[in-house]
């Protein structure tokens, strides 16, 4: 099993930024997928970026240019740097480990983005 924890988020105005932090420990295999999700108010839950053992990235386009998704493999911690906040970026932020055709998931941080 693994279990994630996360840290980092709250309420911030736009133009702003917040930097989330997840732990992760259990069966972590040194080969897998780190990542975050977002679930917006009345959405589905979507990608917003993930980052390989290799340090190879994703992210969704909406994000390219203000997020920076970033891994400790020593620590098995990922980091989402998010900067010039928009509203539209309020959600729970759920971090996420894929390794073995499992996935695993934290139980969510809010951030609110508003003035």
């Known amino acids: 099993q693994v279990q994630l924890v996360e840290s980092g988020g709250g309420l911030v105005q736009p133009g702003g930024s917040l930097r989330l932090s997840c732990a992760a420990s259990g069966s972590i295999f040194s080969s897998n997928f780190m990542g975050w999700y977002r679930q917006p108010p009345g959405k589905e839950r979507e990608l917003v970026a993930r980052?390989?053992?290799?340090?190879?990235?994703n992210y969704a386009d909406s994000v390219k240019g203000r997020f920076t998704i970033s891994r400790d493999n020593a620590k098995n911690t990922v980091y989402l740097q998010m900067n010039s906040l928009k509203p539209e970026d309020t959600g729970v932020y759920y971090c996420?480990?894929?390794?073995?055709?499992?996935?695993?998931w934290g139980q969510g941080t809010q951030v609110t983005v508003s003035s």
């Open positions: 980052i390989f053992s290799g340090g190879s990235t």
């Open positions: 996420n480990v894929d390794q073995l055709l499992r996935k695993y």
